[in-house]
């Protein structure tokens, strides 16, 4: 197993440094299915960076209880900063997700935004099969994702972004990780659904949703720009 990743120096930067690259796309991302955690009551966020997505979730849902986890304590510390006045309600846990064995479950809700591409397959597998025992029938998982279409696109264009984005991130924090998993296949052999896709920016960016259950007819897909 790799080591960890270093991101405590890039908890001050890591808004500016989004916004420069990407500009709103990415909170667009992880945005895209609040509406659908309104019934929440006990989530799981894994990797949350600065903790945007965490403080915007427990504004909406004014009952939700989250447990944070983060192998960077600077990412931590920004997290629960940005959730003032809710911090009674968060729990953050300084841990390695891929080691980390949850304490309080079942949750209802898990959210992963950009964060299993820090990992290899293989440890997404094994991340997921640990969260699908602590989860509760018919929980939600909200992934946000970079992605490679096959396509024009993804071949002339997201590949070289990703590749330029695994290697900035290499240089900056020692992540290990050089391409991206197959978180798909990783949660559906958990015992996952993917319900909804939403993707961005020509399938650079991709937002989705996924249950423990069956939960409606079948896959959605929407393809926004």
């Known amino acids: 197993m790799n080591p960890p990743p270093n991101f405590n120096r890039l908890a001050r930067l890591y808004l500016w440094m989004e916004?420069?690259?990407?500009?709103?796309?990415?909170?667009?991302?992880r945005c895209a299915y609040l509406n659908e955690c309104c019934a929440a009551r006990h989530a799981?966020?894994?990797?949350?960076?600065?903790?945007?997505?965490?403080?915007?979730?427990?504004?909406?849902?004014?009952?939700?209880?989250?447990?944070?986890?983060?192998?960077?304590?600077?990412?931590?510390?920004?997290l629960v900063y940005r959730a003032s006045p809710d911090t009674a309600r968060v729990r953050a846990f300084h841990a390695d997700?891929?080691?980390?064995?949850?304490?309080?479950?079942?949750?209802?809700?898990?959210?992963?935004?950009?964060?299993l591409d820090c990992l290899t397959t293989v440890e997404v597998q094994s991340l997921a099969a640990t969260l699908a025992r602590a989860v509760?029938?018919?929980?939600?998982?909200?992934?946000?994702?970079?992605?490679?279409?096959t396509?024009?696109?993804?071949?002339?264009?997201?590949?070289?972004?990703?590749?330029?984005?695994y290697r900035a991130f290499g240089w900056l924090t020692g992540l290990q990780v050089r391409s991206l998993p197959d978180h798909s296949i990783a949660l559906r052999q958990a015992g996952f659904i993917l319900q909804e896709r939403n993707c961005w920016l020509g399938g650079l960016l991709i937002s989705e949703l996924w249950t423990s259950a069956p939960a409606g007819p079948g896959l959605r897909y929407s393809d926004s720009h």
């Open 19 to 29: 916004l420069i690259s990407f500009g709103p796309w990415l909170m667009l991302c």
């Open 44 to 78: 799981l966020a894994l990797g949350d960076g600065d903790g945007r997505f965490t403080a915007r979730l427990l504004r909406e849902n004014s009952a939700i209880k989250v447990d944070a986890v983060d192998v960077s304590p600077a990412m931590l510390e920004a």
């Open 97 to 115: 997700i891929r080691r980390w064995q949850p304490e309080n479950p079942p949750y209802d809700l898990i959210v992963s935004h950009f964060v």
């Open 136 to 149: 509760s029938p018919g929980s939600l998982w909200i992934v946000s994702e970079f992605a490679i279409p």
């Open 151 to 165: 396509n024009w696109f993804g071949w002339l264009v997201a590949r070289p972004a990703v590749w330029a984005l």
